[in-house]
């Protein structure tokens, strides 16, 4: 998650938020209603992060943009799952330290970067797929 307007008092609310991803009530409505359990601050679905899992193709070999992250999910999940490497953007820190964490205890492979958006550091044909989750929205 991006800063909405691009104000000081955005980037205070997204990391209040993410603040909260760890805590056990937050964890448990996470399960419930996504099926998950990494902090997510997007509505992506398991079923639906299984689906992108194959839709993009992802395996070992490829890498993927995950623009933002927020926490890291569905990116880490994507690269769990397929193997591939991920790469978590945000302009939030709290947020990116969660993921980092994350990618850590899954034993992704991938890391974060601090960028938004609109100005992201990369050369565009360095990532085979990119992905994004109630960002742009």
């Known amino acids: 998650m991006g800063m909405v307007d691009g104000s000081a008092n955005s980037m205070e609310r997204f990391d209040l938020r993410y603040g909260y991803v760890d805590a056990p009530v937050m964890r448990r409505m996470e399960r ?65 330290g969660t993921a980092r964490r994350r990618l850590i205890v899954d034993g992704a492979r991938g890391h974060v970067v601090a960028a938004s958006a609109g100005q992201l550091p990369f050369r565009s044909e ?5 992905t994004s989750s109630d960002v742009f929205c």
């Open 32 to 96: 419930e209603a996504l099926g998950s359990d990494y902090g997510a601050t997007s509505y992506t679905t398991i079923e639906q992060a299984d689906d992108l899992v194959q839709s993009l193709a992802l395996t070992s070999n490829s890498e993927l943009l995950d623009v933002g992250s927020g926490t890291g999910w569905p990116g880490i999940y994507l690269a769990a799952a397929s193997g591939c490497k991920v790469t978590l953007t945000d302009v939030s820190l709290v947020g990116l």
């Open 126 to 130: 360095r990532f085979d797929a990119a």
